[in-house]
């Protein structure tokens, strides 16, 4: 039983960790679905996470700081959608260009407004996103097997976990299901026909750049405002490149991101729960645990880059033929 318990409590820090993974992984799905390829996921996260904390802190409301960190998010996709789809530019290069942007300008402004170091204060009351009881929670508690599972696994998430999972089915429907989502995947592998029946190459990308900065806004409010209690510098840890081994791992589909993502979220969940395993004598050091994501994330995208195809109009930038 002890065994059992140990399970849940790993599997319930599994889903709090996989959650702005998934987002960001959805963000990107969107993007790169319809020929935007998006490294900048890592730098709209971090903007998100600085300003949903930061007008958390100010306001003392959390909604105002998950539309202030949507916001942020939003901009920095405008200017990647400015610079790789408007101005043809190289959609790589716009990528890190926002990576580094958001790392600078998080801290400077930090400091500016707060002047504790580039952290934000810390979030207490309404300033956060509490965790939501399910009907009988406590009640069922102790009932061996289902009570755990109902009232620790499945409840007292915040409201952006399970928004996190419902926008799974939501995006595979959406993509698979709509004419919009037909639309956004046909762009993304031939512009040129999409464009011949007379719908708007230009305008169905941005739509897609801008989905994809709504999700990396919510995915950073979540680590500042749910996650933690607070920006701290480069909160997000290498998260958005996570998300893109999790993407390219999972060939662009919704439902296999989301087990990607879990997988990830799992190990990042054990390296926090076990410091030091003894298998057998030998004591793996925490730092290895710590590192197994990352380590992860290089064995994916060594092994897969080659076997998943992306879209095939992907990073190239639509020329209109005269």
Known sequence: MEFFVTLIQVLDSTVRLATPLLLACLAGLYSERAGIFDIGLEGKMLMAAFFSAAVAAVTGSVWLGLLAGIASSLVLSALHGLASITFRGNQLISGVAINFLASGLTVLIAQSWFKQGGRTPSLFGGGRFEPIEFPFADAISGVPFIGPIYSELLSGHSILVYVAFLLVPATWWILFRTRFGLRLRAVGENPAAVDTAGVSVVGLRFAAVAICGVLCGIAGAYLATAL???????????????????????????????GAC????????????FQNIDLGGVVIPVQVMDALPYILTVVILAGFVGKAIPPRAGGEPYVKER
């Not at 510098?233 to 791992?249: D, N, P, V, W």
């Not at 990830?264 to 729960?273: K, Y």
């Open 262 to 273: 879990l997988l990830f979220g799992l190990l990042q969940a054990v390296a926090l729960r």
């Open 228 to 258: 933690q209690a607070g920006f701290v510098k480069e909160m997000t840890a290498g998260r958005g490149f996570i998300a893109l081994a999790a993407l390219i791992f999972a060939k662009w589909r919704p439902w296999h991101a989301m």
